[in-house]
């Protein structure tokens, strides 16, 4: 089973940037798909981001074109770019896997779908 630990947030005006990274436990990191999610106040935990096993990447739209996900799977890493951030990004990030496809992890609900979550990072936006 691959753990997850992320870091990396902080407090930013709006169209600032921030990188959140995501280190990960485990041999067969590898195989796994990656994905980001984040989850604002009084709001259900949403998908932002995901990375397969080969590199392959997809968004949510509301952050394609300002994030960038990127693995480094010499170091077990997942990271996040955030560029052009806006207060509406405003939430605790959180990161977990999948033995799949990023078109699975994409699918996949937060509340039901994986076993466990790391205590995430906070990411504030002001505007």
């Known amino acids: 089973q691959v753990q997850v630990v992320e870091s990396g947030g902080g407090s930013v005006q709006a169209g600032g940037s921030l990188r959140l990274s995501c280190a990960a436990s485990?041999?067969?990191?590898?195989?796994?798909?990656v994905g980001w999610f984040r989850q604002a106040p009084g709001k259900e935990r949403e998908f932002v981001a995901a990375?397969?096993?080969?590199?392959?990447?997809i968004y949510v739209d509301s952050v394609n074109g300002r994030f960038t996900i990127s693995r480094d799977n010499t170091k077990n890493t997942v990271d996040l770019q955030m560029n052009s951030l806006k207060p509406q990004d405003t939430a605790v990030y959180y990161c977990?896997?999948?033995?799949?496809?990023?078109?699975?992890?994409?699918?996949?609900?937060?509340?039901?779908?994986?076993?466990?979550w790391g205590q995430g990072t906070q990411v504030t936006v002001s505007s």
């Open positions: 977990n896997t999948a033995l799949g496809s990023v078109d699975l992890i994409r699918a996949m609900t937060p509340s039901r779908d994986f076993r466990s």
């Open positions: 485990g041999r067969t990191f590898s195989s796994y798909a």
């Open positions: 990375i397969g096993w080969a590199g392959d990447t």
